[in-house]
C-alpha cells in the first residue's frame, strides 16, 4: 500500500523559512513524479511544485524563486525548501505521488493517485 507522510509545517514570521518533507512508502518511488499542492481554508487545493521521475521541474508562479522542490531516491522523499514566506503561504500542504503520467500534465491534481494527509503551514505578519 502506498504511503505519503508529510512532516516539517508549523507556524513561522513572514520573511522565514520552513522545509517540508514527504516520506513515500510501498512503490518505486524513484519512477514516480511528486508533486506539492495546498489548500487555504475556503479555498481548492492548488499546485505548487512538481518534480518528474526524471527531474525536470515545474512551479506555480506565486512561489517562483522562493520555493524549492528536491528529491532524494535514496530516502524515497521529496522536500520543498520553504523561503521568503509570506503570509498568502499559509495552508495546509499535500504531497502527491503520480506513477502513471504519460502525457498527462503534473500540475493538475487529477494527475497523482497518491496524496499524503498534509501538513500546516502558517505564516504570520
Known amino acids: 500500500q502506498v504511503q505519503l507522510v508529510e512532516s516539517g509545517g508549523g507556524l513561522v514570521q513572514a520573511g522565514g523559512s520552513l522545509r517540508l518533507s514527504c516520506a513515500a512508502s510501498?512503490?518505486?518511488?524513484?519512477?514516480?513524479?511528486m508533486g506539492w499542492f495546498r489548500q487555504a481554508p475556503g479555498k481548492e487545493r492548488q499546485f505548487v511544485a512538481a518534480?518528474?521521475?526524471?527531474?525536470?521541474?515545474y512551479y506555480a508562479e506565486s512561489v517562483k524563486g522562493r520555493l524549492t522542490i528536491s528529491r532524494d531516491n535514496a530516502k524515497n522523499t521529496v522536500y520543498l525548501q520553504m523561503n521568503s514566506l509570506k503570509p498568502e503561504d499559509t495552508a495546509v500542504y499535500y504531497c502527491?505521488?503520480?506513477?502513471?503520467?504519460?502525457?498527462?500534465?503534473?500540475?493538475?491534481?487529477?494527475?497523482?493517485?497518491?496524496w499524503g494527509r498534509g501538513t500546516q503551514v502558517t505564516v504570520s505578519s
Open positions: 518534480m518528474s521521475s526524471h527531474d525536470i521541474i
Open positions: 502527491a505521488a503520480a506513477r502513471l503520467v504519460g502525457s498527462r500534465s503534473l500540475l493538475n491534481l487529477g494527475t497523482y493517485e497518491y
Open positions: 510501498g512503490h518505486t518511488f524513484s519512477s514516480s513524479a
